[in-house]
């Protein structure tokens, strides 16, 4: 009985979700923190990064110097500041759906004396409003997982990359602690809310908040196959794992002894092992949230 409830309410909760850009207008990466000056603006910038191991390393905004860069939802400015103060870009674009963040990047740009390009757009455009093969390098960070149509998003890319151009993506890795122990035993464990819930829709609601409209995670080959279906080489270049997740490697045991956790989870993570720095590995993999790959033109 318990079970058909909860089902029901997350049934009920999710028609009256929010659209996407509403949500985004209400709730961003920094809680609408706003910064008094350039040194405050960077070092949360560089903590923020640090929270996630090895993210400067994948998805880095420096060595950008006399690219043309447009950011795919970059919120209220956390790598278009690092883009302008690592590197020399010839040009930034700033996309987001939500004008609040938009405005929170132009005032944070604004303190720091840099200029970008900041454009609002729409979940329902079919179009970004760049023109075709004028991009060197799409930056998309934790964005995709959000978007009604990931598809179209990723043909859009190919459209405004210049030949040689590029894109690095980050997405939520479904091999990962958060999927695998975070969303499908230890919340439903403490919470009520995520009792009754598949695995996914538990991790769904789990990642930016409880009535996110929409939040994704992929397989490695699940990314790969979409990005090539929109005729891109894709090529997976690693996880990261976030202190977040570090902190919950102690709590994996109670679901490994329990016969009614999901088969799936569990053998995941029975096969943890570690790096030299306690880094998580399964199937010789990061398992982290943050799924990061690099995108270029086939052919």
Known sequence: ?????TSRAADDAAAA???????????????????????????YLDWRNSQYIDYEKFLPTSSHDGEVILDYGCGPGHDLVGFMAHSRPALVYGLDVSQPSLAESASRLKLHGYQCKLIQISEADERLPIEDS?????????????????????????????????????????????YQL???HIL?????????????????????????????????????????AANFQAKHIGNCVSLFEMTLLPQRFAPMMDPSF????????????????????????VAGIDGCYELRKAG
Request: charged share 25%; proline share 5%.
């Open 1 to 5: 009985m318990s079970k058909l409830v």
């Open 17 to 43: 979700a929010p659209s996407s850009e509403t949500y985004w207008s209400d709730h961003n990466v920094t809680l609408h923190k706003r910064f008094s000056s350039v040194a405050e603006s960077l070092e």
């Open 134 to 178: 004028s991009i060197d390098y799409v930056h998309c960070s934790g964005v995709l997982n959000h978007v009604p149509d990931p598809e179209r998003v990723l043909k859009e890319f190919w459209r405004i990359l210049k030949p040689s151009g590029y894109a690095r993506l980050m997405v939520y890795n479904r091999h990962s602690m958060w």
């Open 182 to 184: 975070y969303a499908s």
């Open 188 to 228: 439903p464990s403490a919470d009520a809310r995520y009792r009754g819930l598949s695995a996914e829709e538990a991790f769904k609601r789990s990642t930016d908040g409880f009535d996110c409209p929409i939040s994704r995670s992929w397989t490695v080959e699940e990314m790969v196959a979409a990005a090539e």
């Open 262 to 285: 999901r088969a799936e989870s569990r053998k995941f993570l029975s096969k943890i092992v570690f790096d030299n720095r306690g880094v998580p590995y399964v199937d010789g993999k």
